[in-house]
């Protein structure tokens, strides 16, 4: 199949999604996941009795190869035990499609995330809650996936701006100088996110119109829980500490100076 050809059955699932909408209620669990900023997002709900998904919902923002992904995964997911679910990979999901176009396989890498992390999020609400001896966890110094993909996608320092070119970058706030790197990578990507802890009112009007007008998206409120990949920097797991939740921002590179 030629990478711009789509085949019949990801045709159909564009054109009529399976088992779109939300659940609600007792043993029910949403998993999120995506790219806000430049990419797609997607929302899987699962509905669980006797450790098997019983009812799946789901609703997609994105490209054709996003939605038809994620309503074969609902559709292959439905009836399974949890553990069964988990096992369902990407390639699953691109092969009962028939194949995808190779710019594409991420899509399927989307769906199959958006159903474990349901999966997860409805086994951690299982869990007995922790003793309130438990010590107050504080945040690392080094970030999980720092160290291993320094030099892979992770930067500790950026003095050539050209290897950056095109890619989705996410930059840990660490004052001015990651706002000025910030904007001068916009020379080089439309996608730079800059990502900090603090209030929206923790940077004042000028920062934020700068940055507006330079085109960097900003995330306040958040925090990087874990940086994730295969050889290279895939997606970032952030927590939204507004919300308390948590979902996956796909990221060809993570900036921490």
């Known amino acids: 199949m030629k990478s711009t050809q789509y085949s019949e059955k990801v045709l159909d699932h564009f054109r009529n999604p399976r088992n779109v909408g939300t659940l609600e209620g007792q043993d029910v669990s949403v998993g999120r996941v995506g790219n806000p900023v430049c990419g ?12 098997r998904i019983q009812d799946i919902k789901l609703k997609t923002f994105g490209c054709g190869s996003a939605i038809a992904t994620a309503s074969m995964i609902s559709e292959m997911a439905k009836g399974k035990t949890l553990d069964e679910a988990l096992k369902i ?33 409805y086994q951690e609400g299982k869990q007995p809650p922790e003793s309130n001896d438990a010590e107050v966890k504080t945040t690392p110094e080094t970030i999980p996936g720092q160290d291993q993909f320094l030099g892979k996608g992770v930067y500790n320092q950026v003095t050539d701006l050209s290897p950056l070119k095109d890619k989705r970058i996410l930059i840990l ?6 706002i000025e790197l910030a904007k001068k990578l916009t020379s080089q990507t439309k996608r730079v996110v ?9 940077f004042d009007s000028g920062q934020k119109k700068e940055l507006k007008t330079s085109g960097v998206k900003l995330l306040f409120e958040s925090e990087i829980l874990d940086i994730m990949g295969f050889n290279v920097v ?7 500490l507004n919300e308390d939740d948590e979902y996956d921002l796909y990221m060809d590179s993570v900036i921490i100076l």
């Open 40 to 51: 797609d997002m997607m929302e899987m709900y699962i509905k669980v009795k006797d450790n």
């Open 89 to 121: 990979s990407r390639q699953d999901v691109a092969d009962e499609l028939d194949g995808l176009p190779p710019v594409k396989m991420h899509c399927s890498n989307l769906a199959a995330d958006a159903l474990t992390d349901a999966i997860k999020k």
């Open 173 to 178: 706030y660490q004052g001015t100088e990651s």
């Open 194 to 202: 800059l990502l900090t802890g603090g209030k929206e009112d923790s």
């Open 234 to 240: 895939e997606k970032v797991h952030i927590h939204d």
